[in-house]
């Protein structure tokens, strides 16, 4: 079955928002929420709600997120489907841990956990656990946080899922790095790019990357920090990520303000006008507030 209007619609939609194009995706999400309505088709609907959802999450607007995802669970419940159901659940969590509402998001999960389950879906399992693991990092139980990613990591091998794993072991090197435990956390970050290397991810290792030059800059190493830092960003830029391109560029600016003050000031630069056209207000601030430190 070929493609319909309502599929080039939303892969549209999806490059707009990669692009930073975010009123036009916006749009286009939802004009291929309605097509697939129009067409009957429940299953692509749920699932351009679901994208349109992490859109709005992403990009601030968390009251529209749970609506999309709250129409969307209702979609998925009329097919069956336990683990669609579920990531909507894990989608919840992730608005309810944002807002602060950390025993919201523990039972979202849980519910998540018992539908994964029920399915049999390992993978499904150890995602969720990792996020039990972030609402415990957050809440300062580190030891518990860690433990919940040990147990999602083991998941993640049972499953013979590379990409999951990668995931869990970047979740520990970046909690093991915050509790100077640098030895680990640098062997977790390599285990970390090599594994997202092989499952093909160019953003989760251009994300790996970022930590690791942020421990190698912890550690004094500002030669290697920049060269891990730079492959990142040539990730980010080729992928089209607007977002983690512009804060690699932040990174690198600042750490070769110093040394090369022109490099870096063309670095903030380019960080702030990609910022400014994601609508990333804070960050463009930011941004600014460095190059303030350049005479001229």
Not at 32 to 45: F, M, N, S, T
Not at 247 to 267: C, K, M, Q, S, Y
Request: with cysteine; glycine share 10%; aromatic share 6%.
């Amino acid at each position: 079955m070929g493609k319909t209007q309502a599929d080039t619609t939303l892969e549209d939609a999806e490059k707009l928002w990669l692009g930073g194009e975010i009123q036009q995706a916006r749009e286009a999400f939802r004009r291929a929420r309605l097509l697939y309505h129009e067409v009957g088709d429940p299953a692509g609907e749920a699932a351009a709600l679901t994208t349109l959802g992490d859109f709005e999450a992403e990009t601030g607007h968390q009251a529209a997120a749970r609506e999309c995802f709250i129409d969307a669970r209702k979609l998925f419940a009329g097919d069956g489907d336990q683990r669609d159901q579920a990531s909507i659940l894990v989608r919840l969590g992730q608005l309810a841990h944002r807002a602060g509402n950390p025993e919201e998001a523990r039972q979202c999960y849980r519910s998540a956990a018992e539908l994964y389950d029920s399915a049999s879906d390992h993978s499904g399992l150890a995602h969720v656990t990792k996020k039990l693991g972030n609402i415990e990092r957050d809440c300062g139980r580190q030891d518990l946080a860690l433990d919940r990613y040990g147990e999602a990591l083991a998941l993640y091998r049972r499953a013979n899922d590379t990409l999951g794993q990668a995931h869990a072991l970047k979740a520990m090197a970046s909690l093991h790095r915050h509790l100077s435990h640098r030895d680990r956390a640098h062997e977790e970050y390599e285990q970390a790019v090599e594994l997202y290397r092989q499952a093909g991810d160019a953003l989760g290792e251009a994300a790996a990357l970022q930590g690791l030059g942020h421990l190698l800059i912890g550690l004094g190493d500002r030669a290697q920090a920049r060269k891990t830092l730079e492959a990142a960003r040539h990730l980010f830029a080729t992928s089209g990520h607007l977002k983690g391109e512009a804060e690699v560029l932040l990174d690198l600016g600042r750490l070769i303000a110093t040394a090369e003050p022109n490099h870096a000031r063309n670095h903030l630069h380019h960080a702030l006008q990609l910022f400014t056209r994601l609508g990333q207000n804070e960050a463009a601030a930011e941004a600014e507030r460095e190059l303030a430190n350049f005479p001229g």
